[in-house]
């Protein structure tokens, strides 16, 4: 899928912008700190900063492509940057603020790692952002080994990898509720039938696609799943830089592993880390290797339920001539291989399985404390919980928004995929720390391929030094 570049008078069609980087760059900011403030979950603050991050993204979409706004835009971002990378690190500083001989001092090494990309040393700046994720994933590694996270998550990821080994179909297993409270024989967490009668047993089975627990078994394997998910994440934070280095896309790598949260996630075992890993793999094909696009897609899409909502995304990665075409080219190989690693399980009990990926989620409540417009709603409207249409509605006008405004460009697909998903989540009945997470990781893409393929033949806006 080859792209073209058309002469200045003929190029008509939107491209990257500094002005649109920006406002990914403050939302990826804004959202950190929003899921920092109570793990995740609903506080009047944390909306508010939640808001910003959404309008950030919004205002840098729409804005007019004109030579002031760029010349702002970047000036902003050289000041922004640094400031943001300072404000992550002391909000990471003060999380993880327990006495760790190791954690502590990485994360101030890790800022000071960030504030030298800022500074640019261009000749050292490849080696720093290498020593900056090598000291990523062994902070990662070092928070798993401080023990159980006490998450349903990592129960199920660990005991579904233990029945693969065993020969057992995880989706036809039962699982113990980690939750379970003699005093309290309902929990909040489940929806109506999801736990039996005794409260000690889900009568579902492992409630996620089987692809995020084949790379967790990888994790099992080494002797903890979580290591899995400091692979991903540690991963996706070299080839946010590495598939197109600059000192931009350094900058972006540094906001994504300085997120407050970036260490509390993996210790949950949250599967977000593996399905940045695949958007990740994503990415890369679709600024390198075209070609292989429709495969690493296919792994993206059979990660988690939620990423078919990214499809309408897939119109920024195919060009406005025979759009459709290359879309159906990409589609068909992108469902073989989602098929090919999901149908085996599948296979073995369908039933099982689509009650445990599909309808599970389905019947999950929703949840008051959840960081989302619909709980204000909820606290202002009688305690009536709104209609479950309303977050797939929410998605409708800001993939319009994406689809019309941002470039046929792999920045422009993660900037659209970003808009999607803060959309769902922010008036979904469920929308915590790792569901954002993902956000944060999509807006440091799209900063970080912003002007990776070759622009108007001298246009200096691809440089950002």
């Known amino acids: 899928m080859p792209r073209m570049t058309l002469p200045p008078s003929e190029d008509k069609a939107p491209r990257d912008r500094y002005i649109t980087v920006m406002g990914f760059a403050v939302c990826a900011v ?19 900063v939640l808001t910003l991050g959404i309008a950030m993204a919004i205002v840098g979409t729409l804005w007019p492509d004109t030579p002031a706004a760029e010349d702002f835009a970047k000036r902003f971002l050289r000041m922004f940057l640094p400031v943001g990378i300072a404000l992550e690190t002391a909000l990471l500083l003060y999380r993880e603020r327990m006495p760790d001989s190791v954690i502590q001092p990485g994360i101030i090494f890790l800022g000071v790692l960030g504030l030298m990309l800022a500074i640019d040393f261009r000749a050292a700046r490849t080696p720093l952002v290498i020593v900056m994720v090598l000291l990523f994933f062994l902070l990662l590694i070092r928070k798993i080994h401080f023990g159980i996270s006490g998450i349903d998550v990592l129960m199920f990821q660990t005991y579904g990898s233990q ?42 089975g492992f409630p996620y696609p089987p692809l995020s627990l084949f790379i967790a078994l990888a994790g099992w394997v080494l002797g ?28 972006a790598s540094a906001l994504f592993i300085l997120t407050p949260t970036a260490l509390f996630v993996v210790f949950r075992s949250w599967t977000e880390p593996l399905l940045a890993l695949n ?15 429709p495969y690493a897609l ?14 309408p995304a897939l119109f920024l990665l195919v060009e406005r001539e025979n759009q459709w075409r290359d879309l159906w080219r990409i589609l068909w ?4 291989v989602a098929v090919a690693v999901t149908f085996p399980l599948f296979y073995l009990n369908p039933h099982a399985f689509i009650r445990a990926v599909v309808q599970w989620q389905m019947v999950q409540p929703f949840r008051p404390d959840a960081l989302s417009y619909l709980v204000a709603i909820y606290q202002l409207n009688d305690f009536t919980i709104p209609p479950i249409w309303v977050p797939f509605a929410a998605i409708i006008p800001m993939a319009a928004l994406a689809l019309r405004k941002l470039p046929r460009t792999p920045a422009g697909f993660a900037g659209a995929v970003t808009l999607i998903n803060l959309a769902f989540f922010a008036f979904n009945k469920q929308a915590f720390c790792n569901y954002y997470y993902f956000v944060v990781i999509t807006a440091c893409w799209a900063m970080g391929t912003a002007f990776a ?8 806006r691809r440089d950002f030094q």
């Open 298 to 311: 296919g792994l993206f899409f059979a990660t988690k339920q939620y990423t078919v909502l990214c499809a």
């Open 163 to 204: 029945g693969i080994l065993r020969g057992r179909n995880p989706y036809a297993m039962r699982f113990p509720n980690v939750y379970y409270d003699p005093n309290r024989p309902y929990t909040p967490f489940y929806g109506p039938g999801v736990v039996d009668a005794s409260g000690k047993w889900l009568r579902y």
């Open 224 to 251: 903890d799943v979580r290591y899995a998910h400091a692979v991903g994440a540690a991963v996706t934070a070299f080839l946010i830089y590495a598939t197109r280095p600059s000192r931009l896309s350094s900058l």
């Open 333 to 336: 190989r992108a469902g073989i």
């Open 453 to 460: 393929e070759p622009q108007v033949p001298g246009d200096e």
């Open 30 to 48: 804004a959202i950190g700190y929003a899921i920092n403030l109570n793990d995740g979950m609903y506080t009047p603050m944390a909306i508010d």
């Open 279 to 293: 958007f990740s793999l994503a990415m890369v094909c679709a600024v390198r290797w075209p070609k292989l696009l």
